[in-house]
């Protein structure tokens, strides 16, 4: 989206033009999203027919100015992406402040002239609470404590007086004053200084001055502890509980976006069972996103994989079931490793399966980014999938967006296996190699899929014309002009799945479409 910050407005007043005979403007839909004390989203659908109308949004503020013409505040012109007008507002600020509710009209002009009535309503602008929670697979146990010195809290600010582990970051749980309270990472500053808040995500933590018993452990020890709210046994008892609920957890009522954060603690291993998130309420604003910290003010060493599997990261591992099965949208998947085993030849397994078929509302997604996934496929028969994406029938626009993800069979005892397989619903499929699958990437008809810049054995199904940029081992393609078919890589150790192209590459490397400017 085109996000523009406050600062760029104009207060002009638009010019309605009367319309033309048989040059009609329809809007199709229109949709506000990412609501929060700063900001906002809209999205407007035109049919204009010639493609000339433009859109604008003019606001004001109603808790200050009660009754105020939005036509006489703010305004922007809206970005146009093919029959879709949005704009993201940014950078909101005093006098626009939390709770305050905002008046705001959508006015569509056209050289032809206008068939519809502006576009008028309410926003309260509120804010969402960044909620951090660890996740280190099998570690109860402490990960620093005041053998290293002191701690001061003031306001959200955490600063020690020596360096603590580098492995201690976003959502790690600070437990002080002689086990009697409780603050939780927000963000790395340095190894000696971070910010903090309770559990809540919006409270300060309550204030110490040089305390000398503090100690750091993660919020949970697996992945399947953390969706179903039970906490790590090892945090002293009298500040454990502090996720107060089981399966699941209302974060548009509470106006929350969790982070679950998955640090190279151990292995994951959840043996036959699976992962399920389910039971969350989660809106376009309120998400759930799982991730492994990289950056300097997330974590001081990065818990993220290189490109190539390893144990030294995050993993999460199942054997005989689904590693990971997503039944709620606006999920965020990103950064993590998938290994599952099957040697009992149980039926359809899959290392992610997007089940959205029980009926997302309109618009709804799931992102799954920067993953590694390998299936060591044992026993013959059924079919068995790295990603499967299956979406409610009845509704088109639900989208999946799987970028940038490396997925392969390091075995496959049969011609069963799929890279990504994708249903109803849109999906965004770009950036992903797949490797050692019998069917790479394998669209039905009854969704959409559009493939960019794709390595993969072959390409099955049927695919939107925008699909482009992609490259098959075979001739089986989707069928953009710059695909190209018949044709190998080269990869840094492909015997050793290494699958992260070679500098020596002559055939993919700097060969793809550049999606920097891609909306979707």
């Known amino acids: 989206q085109f996000s523009t910050s406050t600062q760029d407005a104009v207060g002009t007043t638009p010019t309605i033009i009367p319309p033309i005979p048989g040059h009609d403007v329809t809007v199709i839909s229109n949709q506000i999203s990412n609501i929060s004390s700063r900001g906002f989203d809209i999205s407007v659908d035109v049919d204009d027919g010639d493609g000339d109308a433009t859109v604008a949004l003019y606001f004001c503020n109603e808790t200050d100015t009660p009754s105020c013409d939005p036509l006489l505040g703010t305004s922007f012109d809206l970005t146009r992406v093919g029959n879709t007008f949005e704009i993201s507002v940014t950078d909101l600020a005093s006098p626009n402040d939390f709770n305050d509710i905002i008046n705001y009209e959508v006015v569509v002009n056209d050289p032809d002239g206008v068939t519809v009535t502006p576009i008028q309503g309410q926003i309260t602008l509120y804010e969402v609470f960044e909620i951090y929670r660890s996740v280190g697979p099998n570690n109860a146990s402490v990960v620093d404590d005041n053998s290293t010195g002191t701690m001061t809290i003031l306001n959200n600010a955490v600063t020690f007086s020596a360096s603590v582990a580098d492995n201690i970051g976003l959502g790690d749980v600070i437990v002080y004053d002689s086990d009697a309270k409780i603050a939780f990472i927000t963000e790395r500053i340095d190894s000696t200084a971070f910010k903090a808040k309770k559990a809540d995500g919006a409270s300060d933590p309550d204030p110490?001055?040089?305390?000398?018993?503090?100690?750091?452990?993660?919020?949970?020890?697996?992945?399947?502890?953390?969706?179903?709210?039970?906490?790590?046994?090892?945090?002293?008892?009298?500040?454990?509980?502090?996720?107060?609920?089981?399966g699941g957890y209302d974060l548009v009522t509470n106006d929350q976006q969790w982070n679950l954060v998955m640090y190279a603690d151990g292995v994951d291993d959840i043996?036959?069972?699976?992962?399920?998130?389910?039971?969350?309420?989660?809106?376009?604003?309120?998400?759930l996103k799982i991730f492994t910290p990289y950056l300097s003010t997330q974590v001081g060493k990065s818990q993220r994989h290189q490109g190539k599997m390893s144990?030294?990261?995050?993993?999460?591992?199942?054997?005989?079931?689904?590693?990971?099965?997503?039944?709620?949208?606006?999920?965020?998947?990103?950064?993590?490793?998938?290994?599952?085993?099957?040697?009992?030849?149980?039926?359809?397994?899959?290392?992610?399966?997007?089940?959205?078929?029980?009926?997302?509302?309109?618009?709804?997604?799931?992102?799954?980014?920067?993953?590694?996934?390998?299936?060591?496929?044992?026993a013959a028969n059924y079919n068995c999938y790295n990603i499967l994406a299956q979406n409610d029938a009845s509704n088109s626009n639900i989208k999946n967006y799987i970028i940038n993800n490396i997925t392969y069979f390091s075995n496959l005892n049969s011609s069963n296996g799929h890279g990504i397989r994708a249903h109803e619903g849109m999906h965004y499929i770009s950036n992903n190699t797949v490797h050692g699958a019998s069917m790479g990437i394998n669209c039905y008809a009854e969704g959409t899929c559009i493939a960019k810049n794709n390595i993969a054995q072959k390409f099955s199904g049927t695919y939107d014309a925008a699909s482009d940029y992609n490259l098959s081992f075979t001739t089986n393609l989707p069928g953009g002009t710059n695909d190209v078919g018949d044709s190998s890589v080269m990869f840094r150790n492909e015997a050793n799945f290494d699958l992260r192209l070679s500098p020596r590459d002559k055939n993919a490397r700097a060969k793809g479409g550049d999606l920097s400017a891609d909306v979707n």
């Open 208 to 246: 110490i001055t040089a305390n000398g018993d503090w100690k750091i452990y993660r919020a949970y020890t697996s992945f399947i502890n953390a969706e179903n709210g039970d906490e790590n046994s090892g945090i002293p008892v009298g500040v454990r509980d502090f996720d107060a609920w089981i």
């Open 271 to 287: 043996g036959g069972s699976s992962v399920v998130i389910d039971g969350w309420t989660t809106d376009d604003s309120h998400r």
């Open 311 to 378: 144990y030294a990261f995050y993993k999460l591992k199942s054997t005989n079931a689904d590693n990971l099965n997503i039944k709620i949208p606006y999920v965020e998947i990103n950064g993590l490793q998938f290994e599952m085993i099957e040697n009992d030849a149980s039926p359809y397994l899959n290392n992610v399966h997007i089940d959205l078929s029980l009926g997302a509302v309109a618009g709804s997604e799931v992102v799954i980014s920067n993953n590694i996934m390998n299936i060591n496929k044992q």
